[in-house]
């Protein structure tokens, strides 16, 4: 553990003060905070009116930049009775005191239990979860998954295994895989959910082209690592859903899967997901259909596994547009009564809004027309399904109208691409001439998600407003056996000759969203480019990754921009109220926390990752500064 100066003067003067304070520690037991994934805090110590006294408090560095390459860092820490859990870029798990950033241990699978696969997804890793069986000094346990394909069980006081879970407290995931996918891209990526003694995990997987590991959302027996039940997210033939996967276009699919997360209603025992896209993200004329339960909300027994229902929110994907986060578990207001719901943010820029036991829109879901494909073989859905509300929180088309205006060379530039390539609304499919895709692969909302205020039943949501351009390349004869007719050229952002999107901004949005009238609230840029700024335009926002909070003070918290700035907006109004530099990007959701009386807000800084800005190994804590 390395510390700045600034950082240990910190860590001098703030512990100093909070030793007078008195006050009960609050913590942040999951990466959504409550199980539904709310992402909400009563915490209000800090508030509208003191956050620009803000500062850090602590810093703790990884040390994984010595002598190896930058990896991000997307793990939301969790915080349990004044101790603090992390994953870092290295898929090393920590623990840590919450309130001065004091390494406790540390566990590290790569090094100390090596493993013959590699991390699927560039080996990200959003963070872990966190058991106990109730007892005062019983069991508690970190369950963490590594997108390698294993799940560890690790004592939460000491670090170790625990050796009554699978096999000395490794269960390696893989071991249900046929051998023909067996040595393939597999493993978790996301924390685990956990409901009573049940741990409960989705999956990273291959999106093709070419064939994949399943999909499939797993439970196991959380003391001993047996497997509780499997749910099958591409239904065998004879199952509920077999009919949207023509002939035998079931075999061997990757993709449709919880790659981003679960909630859990744990009251009602059910499990909520939302499910990928099928593989091959980009070409679906191998499984023509509607593809169940790909790009589907589903709602699962937690007991069993069992479907309880499902919402497909976009049919016959061929944008890679992933339901890419768990829904959020949220109350609503209808007709004057309170109604348990579950709102799904998407990739499309949309928020489907369901009633939570029936699965039953509660704004009315529209099935549109939408443009076909004339690839050979391709059969692209002729329609898909629009909520009526709330309406879209990014742009839905593409063309001159909304080009780029942050300068004339720039509009001059896009322009001139534009021209070459299709574009016009959103669901245009993909093309052999390159076709704008909006939104971009990125979204709309990403795996970041959203966070929800049960006191004004506002959900806050950051989204991009980045085209890409996709273009299908048919594959070489000898390669068609096995990757299909069609690959593409790359994952191509339309940019301007500079690098700047070639849309109109705002690039990077957050949005309120008030779900009682299914209205926008307010919606403003996130994130800055200086160099724009200081040429005087106004701020574009920027590419975002990395979610928001929402506490009772008032605040929306919320890091995940280029400009490498964490930012407090007023929940109420969107204006912003405080930003402070990190000292690299924070593409991460943030937690907050209260120990010895002291609220933190806590976000990792490991820069690097899809926004290619520099890295970072640190988790930076704040707190409020003495006037």
Known sequence: MRMTLAVLVCLITIPAMASSQSGPTVDWPRVGNDPGNMRYSSLNQIHRGNVRRMKPAWTYH?????????????????????????TTGYLRAVALDAATGRERWQFDPLRDHPFEHQPASGGVNRGCAYWSDGRPGGARRIL???????????????????????????LNLRERLGPKVARLGYGPTSAPAIWKDTVIVGLSCGEGPGIAAPGDILAFDVRTGARAWVFQTVPSPGAFGSETWRGESWKDRGGANAWGGLSVDVDCGMVFAGLGSAAFDFYGGDRPGANLFANCTV???????????????????????????????????????????????????????????????????????????????????????????????????????????????????????????????????????????????HGGANWSGASFDPTTGRLYVNANNVPNILTLIPSRESDRPTLGPYG?????????????????????????????????A???????????????????????FGGSIVTAGGLVFIAGTKDERIHAFDKQTGELLWEHPLPAGGYATPATYQVDGRQFVVIAAGGAGKLQTRAGDAFVAFCLADE
């Not at 990884?62 to 992390?86: N, S």
């Not at 590594?146 to 490794?170: C, E, N, Q």
């Not at 996130?526 to 040429?535: A, F, I, K, T, Y």
Request: with cysteine; hydrophobic share 35%; net charge neutral.
């Open 299 to 441: 709602a699962l027994d937690a007991r069993t596994g069992q479907r309880l229902w499902h919402f497909q929110t976009l049919h016959h994907d061929l944008w890679d547009h992933d339901l890419p986060v768990y829904p959020n578990l949220v109350a609503v207001r209808r007709d004057g009564k309170k109604v348990d719901a579950v709102a799904q943010v998407t990739k499309t820029g949309y928020v489907f809004l369901f009633d939570r036991k029936t699965g039953k829109p509660l704004f009315d879901v529209e099935e549109r027309p939408v443009p076909a494909s004339d690839i050979p073989g391709e059969e692209a859905s002729p329609t898909q399904p629009i909520p009526v509300k709330p309406p879209p929180f990014v742009a839905q088309s593409l063309d001159e109208s909304n080009l780029t205006n942050i300068g004339e060379a720039n509009r001059a530039s896009a322009l001139a691409q534009l021209r070459k390539i299709r574009s016009g609304p959103a669901f245009n499919p993909p093309s052999r001439q390159g076709t704008v895709v909006i939104p971009g692969f």
């Open 522 to 544: 307010w919606q403003v840029p996130l994130g800055e480019h200086p160099e724009l700024s200081s040429r005087g335009i106004p701020r574009t926002g920027t590419e975002t």
């Open 62 to 86: 990884t040390g994984e930049l010595r002598g190896r390459t930058g990896k991000t860092i997307e793990c939301t820490p969790i915080v349990v009775d004044g101790v603090m859990y992390v």
């Open 144 to 170: 963490h998954g590594t997108s390698d394909g294993r799940l560890f069980s690790i004592d939460a006081a000491t670090g170790r295994l625990d050796p009554a879970f699978a096999r000395g407290g490794v």
């Open 488 to 520: 593409h050229a790359g994952y191509v952002k339309f940019l301007d000759h500079e690098g700047y999107p070639a849309i109109r901004p705002p690039w990077g949005v957050l949005t309120a969203i008030d779900l009682n009238r299914g209205e926008i």
